[in-house]
């Protein structure tokens, strides 16, 4: 169970690392900048496969540690 908690969490601190800043503007907001961080954007291509992926291990982690509890 550890060799797999270790594993995942090392690929999510890959995946969350290669994703694109989606939260460019959040300085601006607290300087009261224009700043377009709601405008909607859509994921595409490789891109929308690293954040499934991530979505994805943060689960398999989530559920790993959660069954480690009770056993």
């Given at each position: 169970?550890?060799?797999?908690?270790?594993?995942i969490?090392?690929?999510?601190?890959?995946?969350?690392?290669?994703?694109?800043?989606?939260?460019?503007?959040?300085?601006?907001?607290?300087?009261?900048g224009?700043?377009?961080?709601?405008?909607?954007?859509?994921?595409?291509?490789?891109?929308?496969?690293?954040?499934?992926?991530?979505?994805?291990l943060?689960?398999?982690?989530?559920?790993?540690?959660?069954?480690?509890?009770?056993?």
């Amino acid at each position: 169970m550890e060799i797999a908690l270790l594993v995942i969490s090392i690929l999510l601190i890959i995946l969350v690392l290669l994703q694109s800043g989606k939260a460019d503007g959040g300085p601006q907001i607290i300087s009261g900048g224009q700043s377009e961080l709601f405008a909607n954007r859509k994921e595409r291509g490789s891109e929308l496969v690293i954040t499934r992926i991530t979505a994805l291990l943060g689960l398999a982690f989530f559920a790993i540690c959660f069954i480690s509890m009770f056993f």
